[in-house]
Each structure stands twice: as structure tokens, then as C-alpha cells.
């Protein structure tokens, strides 16, 4: 069984935030009609260009589990 990495208090919550900002930043960039664009890689095939803030957020998976929580919650919640 993986050992599991415990936070407390503000360590955990400035972690979690980061991660909040992160999705938000890149989300934010396509809304409304002077929205812009966003390019997406993944590890096959072409770069992919979009104005869907969806398609944005559901690419963005983070390095550190506790900024990757933070925007999990963000992208069940929208």
C-alpha cells in the first residue's frame, strides 16, 4: 500500500489554492466574446486550439496531488 501525504492548515490550503488559481487562470482566457484561445497538447498528436473553457479544464491535470485536488474540486463543482 502507497504511503499517503498528509497536510495541515494553511500548507494544505495554499497547495489546494494554487491549484484552484491554475484552473481558473486558464479557464478565464475564454469567456465572453473577446475570449481567447487556448492550446492544449497531449502526449500524441497534434496541439489542439479551443474556446471551450470545458475542454480546457478537463485537460488540466497538475504535478502536486494537493494543487491537483484543488482543481478536481473546481472542475466538479463547474
Request: no cysteine; proline share 3%; net charge positive.
Amino acid at each position: 500500500m502507497a504511503a499517503k501525504i498528509v497536510q495541515f492548515n494553511t500548507d494544505a490550503r495554499d497547495k489546494m489554492l494554487r491549484g484552484v488559481n491554475v484552473l481558473a487562470n486558464a479557464v478565464k482566457v475564454t469567456l465572453g466574446p473577446k475570449g481567447r484561445n487556448v492550446v492544449i497538447q497531449k502526449s500524441f498528436g497534434a496541439p489542439r486550439s479551443t474556446k471551450d473553457g470545458v475542454s480546457v479544464a478537463k485537460e488540466i491535470e497538475l504535478e502536486d496531488a494537493f494543487e491537483n485536488m484543488g482543481a478536481q474540486m473546481i472542475r466538479e463543482v463547474a
